[in-house]
């Protein structure tokens, strides 16, 4: 089982090829990040010197203004080697190719942010705060930005701030009272009244240090106030959120690789031949199989989908009912990893345990599964009514 089947380029064969051949530099660095819970700063900066932070960017902005197919496809292939920086380093790819695909900001801010990604700029949306929980569910930021005379005052705290150690611009999500509106403001790592306060410790996920942001009466001119949203950001479409499943599908590809190794190589004295010749060994393998088949052609389908225009305006439920079941089947392959494995996939030295508790993680990734039955069991009711 592999992603070769969704090569169909030369540009996308290119850019597999060499994550690669970075991939052993990037596994380098798991078992230690996720122990320490330290953020895996040298695969950034790798993928920051390789020109892959930049490839969501449109040509004319000095990107290669890559599809949403390509992302999932390059997203899976590093999450193969380390789910933290495959998490991580798919927020910024998410969040830039949705900015330049909607175009809601200014001509001008879109230039001068495009050249900081191309000098190793890195962004994440930081929305998530322990009142409102998710904001997926509509929930009003307590963040406020508060009219000055010299702009705006900035203050509140932002939880789940993947990536914080490395970022260098943070899109925070505030209310504005002035407007009685919800706007982000595009916030520069370096400004006054800025830190993180260290409150990651989670079992997953941990290399990604998902701190709170913390802002203190931070001042803003009106051009950082880049996007008034008069809806929740939940109910707008948005493919680039597809690197949320491609993450946890590599994480299930890696421990099925892992599981299968060990039963082709693994043979205690009570067996003439490796525990792979046995037929419940053989059953859990091929259940895994089936379920990485039904989860990566759901998840390649819906992306090209959303990159055929024509054809994304009929896309309704599918993008959460996606990474719903890719997620759900992420699980369910590590589960069956560790059953063939057995008790040495609860060694800490064993990568599976780690791939276990990282899995877990994207259940509570947005869309959450419960918002995506509810919507899906809606459209079902109203296409009666």
Known sequence: ??????????????????????????????????????????????????????????????????????????????????????????????????????????????????????????????????????????????????????????????????????????????????????????????????????????I???????????????????????????APRGNKLNGWLLHIPACYLGIAQAARDYAVHFAATYQPNSLDEPIASLFNIQTQIGKMDLELIKARHLLYDIASIYDDEARRVHLQNELGAAKSIVTNSAIEIVNLAMRIVGAKSLELSNPLQRHYRDVRAGLHNPPMDDMTITKLAHAAINEQK
């Open 204 to 230: 997953s996920m941990r290399g990604t240090e998902s701190q709170t942001l913390v802002l203190d009466d931070v001042k803003a001119t009106d051009d950082q106030l880049v996007e008034v949203n008069e």
């Open 1 to 202: 089982m592999s992603t070769e089947l969704f090569i169909t380029t030369d540009f996308q064969r290119r850019w597999v090829n060499e994550l690669t051949e970075a991939g052993p530099f990037f596994s380098s660095f798991s078992e230690q990040s996720d122990t320490l819970s330290k953020f895996p700063k040298e695969n950034i900066q790798k993928l920051v010197e390789m020109g892959y932070t930049t490839l969501t960017l449109p040509k004319e902005f000095g990107g290669e203004g890559i599809s949403v197919t390509d992302m999932v496809l390059f997203q899976e292939t590093i999450a193969r080697f380390d789910s933290a920086t495959a998490l991580a380093i798919g927020w910024h790819q998410g969040v830039v190719g949705e900015l330049y695909e909607n175009r809601k900001w200014t001509a001008e801010q879109l230039a001068q942010f495009s050249e900081a990604v191309q000098q190793g700029a890195l962004i994440n949306r930081s929305v998530t705060e322990a009142q409102t929980g998710s904001p997926t569910r509509g929930g009003r930021p307590q963040t406020t930005a508060t009219r000055s005379a010299g702009g705006w005052v900035i203050s509140g705290e932002k939880t789940f701030t993947t990536m914080a150690p490395a970022l260098t611009h943070f899109l925070v999500s505030v209310w504005i009272e002035e407007k009685q509106q919800i706007g982000f403001f595009l916030i520069p790592r370096e400004s006054e009244g800025l830190s993180i306060k260290e409150t990651w410790h989670t």
